[in-house]
């Protein structure tokens, strides 16, 4: 409407008249509204005169920003000034010759300020904050080798300072955790190697498993839950726990299994933990063990042959048979020297496995479960269950045998194992 009212001059002396008025956002949209409807020349110079005005200002403010101090800020104005001048490319502005040099100034200040203030932090144990910082460093220069320094100093000295205290009110398990950081960073910072070292000296202990024997249980099994423990116990790969195993223990514990009353006193549980060179033990019995065998179930169950009453009527054959498995295991941890029970539990394990599967002579893959009165007639009470079809497909595809023994006991094994570990784990005397 503005163009079919007005010529291109009139337009051009009003876009100048914004001009004049200091009024550049106006000015610069009239040139660029003359300049796409006539090209006129003159019209892409005052868009040009404007831009470059434009951006001087805002590399202009961004030096000011700089010079008050005021970095963050600054350099988000170089940026927005660099952005200016990329999207009006095509007017072909000039960029200030020493702008991108005054940009690298004003990063590199705030660097090594931002450092300072850093280190500043550090040093007065300010370490979240000093990580502000750091984080802050790490996307203005990525390769600084002073910045990495520093965040290692401010993942170091907390864990250093940690590492002291728990080491002075004898805390030897934590602090060695703490000193054991600081030697991942920088093994040769300060001590902190020779305090972990002294840490782990005082904290280590060393521990036997004796297994006590139950009369009514097998002794392979006993067997196996021992050899299962062990390797749990090992594979925890705990510093603090040092698992001896001798001959002699072997030995002296197959005697008294081999006694005829097999069974333990404290006293020579604890006798076979200083036969094995161990302050403490953890001891084991299988208290009950008692596999369970459900006799297989057949009954006889109807269908049809599709999915409506006046499909084929037939019986197909359901089949029902179950397992499982009840133990109970209980453990023990004793100092060897005093006699003192530190933890005792008893842990229970009950697994069950029933398996339902079906049979048919023929397709299975056709028949709907349901009911029916008469096989060779119909009848009000004839019905078809179209939701139990799903579950009746996975009976005629699914297993046909619970789990095994073997499998149980591989399960109860497992179970009782990891809880025992866990308690060896948290064991902290």
């Not at 009139?10 to 200091?22: D, N, T, Y």
């Not at 690298?104 to 040093?123: F, G, H, P, V």
């Not at 893959?365 to 939701?387: A, C, F, R, T, V």
């Not at 094994?413 to 064991?427: G, L, P, R, T, W």
Request: charged fraction near 30%; proline fraction near 2%; charge should be neutral.
């Amino acid at each position: 409407m503005l163009s079919s009212c007005q010529g291109p001059k009139s337009l051009m002396k009003e876009a100048k008249v914004f001009e004049e008025a200091g009024l550049k956002e106006k000015a610069f949209e009239s040139y660029e509204s003359i300049y796409d409807n006539y090209k006129k020349a003159e019209a892409l110079v005052g868009m040009k005169r404007i831009a470059q005005k434009n951006l001087d200002e805002k590399f202009q403010k961004a030096q000011q920003t700089c010079a008050f101090g005021q970095h963050e800020t600054a350099l988000k104005e170089y940026a927005e000034a660099f952005d200016y001048a990329n999207r009006y490319r095509s007017l072909e502005l000039k960029v200030p010759a020493s702008a991108e040099m005054q940009k690298e100034s004003c990063r590199q200040s705030y660097i090594n300020l931002l450092i300072d203030e850093a280190t500043a932090a550090i040093k007065d144990e300010r370490y979240s904050y000093a990580q502000e910082l750091i984080q802050k460093l790490g996307y203005l220069d990525r390769n600084n080798k002073k910045v990495e320094y520093l965040d290692i100093l401010s993942r170091i000295f907390p864990n250093y300072r940690s590492g002291q205290k728990a080491l002075e009110l004898g805390l030897y398990r934590q602090g060695y955790e703490f000193f054991n950081e600081v030697t991942k960073l920088d093994a040769g910072f300060e001590d902190a190697l020779a305090l972990r070292d002294l840490c782990l000296e005082k904290s280590r202990f060393t521990m036997a498993y004796v297994p006590v024997h139950n009369k009514q249980a097998e002794k392979a099994i006993e067997r196996s839950v021992s050899a299962t423990i062990k390797q749990k116990i090992l594979q925890l790969k705990s510093p603090f726990i040092a698992l001896v195993e001798r001959e002699a223990l072997d030995q002296m514990i197959q005697e008294q299994m081999n006694n005829m009353s097999a069974v333990f006193d404290q006293s020579t549980v604890i006798e076979a933990g200083k036969l094995a060179g161990a302050r403490y033990i953890i001891t084991g019995e299988l208290i009950s063990y008692e596999p369970m065998n459900s006799p297989q179930r057949n009954i006889e169950r109807k269908g049809f042959l599709g999915s409506t009453e006046a499909a084929k009527k037939i019986k197909y054959v359901e089949h029902r048979v179950g397992r499982g498995l009840d133990a109970s295991f209980r453990y023990q941890i004793l100092d060897a020297e005093t006699g003192k029970i530190f933890a005792s539990e008893i842990i229970s394990f009950s697994e069950r496995d029933q398996v339902i599967w079906a049979e048919y002579e023929g397709d299975y893959e056709s028949i709907y479960p349901g009911e029916w009165k008469w096989q060779l007639m119909s009848s009000k009470d004839d019905y078809i269950n179209k939701e139990g079809r799903e579950e009746l497909m996975k009976q005629f595809a699914g297993r046909k045998s619970p789990m095994t023994e073997m499998e149980f006991r591989m399960k109860m094994m497992e179970s009782i194992s990891n809880k025992v570990a866990d308690a060896v784990k948290n064991f902290n005397p």
